[in-house]
């Protein structure tokens, strides 16, 4: 109606962003990438190092919402964990920045972790990247493929997490169904980012979720990494949500499908020690967030 205010909707994400304590974790070319940490209550904390879960959001390289994974940060620091959201570049916020400067970044971020490990109280060998289409690429590219370093890193600590989660990765970034290819400087490092290349024994265990309509993202391309992967003796999960598209898992678009994911995720970190079995642990209702 003319004359009416309408309300705006809540972002749930980031509201829950404020509940966070915000570090820079780093700096490049007079930009400040902040990182967003929940600590756990001190009734769940556990009495030895936390472990950590590192998340990254979705994008195309050229925009995203780092308070998109804040429920999951909020869920898994209820469970006793540490919990990050990380800043890294894109297009849309840092001219000039695409895939590239992401993997930098996810490889930074990592490491920032491990070499401020004592001070947070982390475990540095219990860290688990968490990342959304080209944030799960960036994540996986540092469990995956040498170099890619930021000059200014400390190289001889290793930004290869624990423990891999993704969310509808862009893993083929080099065959002709790649998405995004616009997005790359050049052919030759497009093809050096390609996931596919990089496959070899000794991963860090993986699980991937990925909606088998995805139109953005093929679904093939989990598919085929999680089978390849799987053959050179490493852990990589996969779990088809089929009919669903891209982006399915987020809060604020399917409760149901992020309590599913969820559920997937707490029970992956169960099964490799990273958090304890809680048989009271449950995300409740939705109006909780």
Same mark, same amino acid.
Not at 210 to 231: C, I, L, N, Q
């Given at each position: ?6 309300? !705006? ?15 820079? $974790? ?20 556990? !009495?030895? !190092? ?6 990254? /959001? ?8 780092? #308070? ?17 959201? /990380? ?6 916020? *840092? ?10 970044? #996810? ?34 590219? #540092? ?15 290793? +930004? ?8 509808? !990765? ?22 050096? &980012? ?6 070899? &024994? ?7 979720? *990925? ?13 085929? $990494? ?14 088809? $949500? %089929?009919?669903?598209? *891209? ?30 079995? %809680? +048989? ?10």
């Amino acid at each position: 109606m003319e004359g009416h205010l309408r309300t !705006p909707p809540i972002d749930r994400g980031r509201e829950l962003l404020k509940t966070a304590r915000e570090e820079i $974790f780093k700096s490049v070319n007079g930009v400040d990438l902040p990182v967003y940490i929940w600590e756990p209550d001190a009734d769940k904390a556990p !009495p030895y !190092p936390k472990s950590v879960a590192a998340f990254f /959001f979705s994008s195309g390289w050229d925009n995203g919402q780092i #308070a998109q994974f804040a429920p999951h940060c909020v869920y898994f620091a209820s469970r006793g964990m540490m919990t990050m959201c /990380f800043d890294y570049r894109v297009s849309a916020r *840092h001219p000039g920045s695409g895939p590239l400067q992401a993997m930098a970044d #996810a490889r930074s971020a990592i490491r920032w972790i491990r070499m401020n490990a004592v001070e947070l109280g982390v475990n540095p060998g219990k860290i688990i990247g968490v990342g959304g289409s080209g944030g799960g690429h960036a994540i996986a590219s #540092a469990a995956v493929l040498n170099g890619f370093d930021d000059p200014s890193d400390v190289t001889d600590c290793s +930004p290869v997490p624990n423990a891999v989660v993704l969310f509808n !990765p862009v893993i083929d970034t080099w065959s002709r169904y790649a998405p995004y290819q616009d997005r790359w400087p050049d052919n030759a490092s497009r093809k050096a &980012a390609d996931l596919y290349r990089g496959i070899k &024994a000794g991963f860090p265990p993986m699980l991937i979720m *990925h909606g088998t309509e995805d139109r953005v993202v093929p679904f093939d391309g989990s598919y085929t $990494f999680a089978r390849k992967s799987s053959k050179k003796k490493n852990i990589c999960r996969l779990i088809e $949500f %089929d009919g669903k598209g *891209h982006g399915f898992f987020n809060f604020n678009l399917s409760f149901e499908m992020y309590e599913a994911t969820l559920m997937a995720m707490d029970e992956f970190f169960v099964e490799l020690g990273f958090i304890e079995p %809680d +048989p009271n642990a449950g995300l409740g209702k939705e109006d909780a967030f």
